[in-house]
């Protein structure tokens, strides 16, 4: 890992983006969308593959790159959105693990694969 964090990046994504004066074209809906076709890129990388343990996908390298490339394209454009949209990525991730907890406590849902 590098040592940075999302917060430490963002100055960087966002100088990236204000050279490129590319704020005009992102709005909202714009980068919902790039997220969507980013991520679907991602699971592409996955079609037609069943039972792949995470370290049989560790152990290709050349997939693994391009993997990470995606992870990257899909959490740049959720760090825009986030940011234009003044959505604290931390406090709302910490708030739904919260609803989630509630929503599906361990003892009842431990081990189990569906949902009622």
């Given amino acids: 890992m590098s040592g940075e964090t999302i917060e430490s990046m963002l100055p960087r994504l966002l100088e990236f983006r204000r050279e490129r ?3 005009q074209f992102h709005l909202p ?13 991602l ?4 079609l ?6 995470h370290e049989d996908v ?14 990257a394209d899909v959490l ?4 825009f959105l986030s940011n234009d ?3 604290d990525l ?15 406590p361990a003892s009842e849902y431990r081990g189990r694969f569906s949902l009622p």
């Fill in 43 to 46: 699971l592409e990388l996955f």
């Fill in 29 to 41: 809906k714009e980068l919902a969308t790039a997220l969507s076709i980013e991520a679907g890129e």
């Fill in 58 to 71: 560790k152990a290709d390298q050349e997939r693994m790159e391009r993997i990470r490339e995606e992870v």
């Fill in 90 to 104: 931390p406090a709302a991730i910490a708030s739904k693990l919260a609803k989630n907890e509630i929503k599906y």
């Fill in 21 to 23: 004066e590319w704020e």
């Fill in 48 to 53: 037609w593959r069943q039972h792949e343990s």
């Fill in 76 to 79: 740049i454009y959720l760090v």
């Fill in 85 to 87: 949209l003044g959505i």
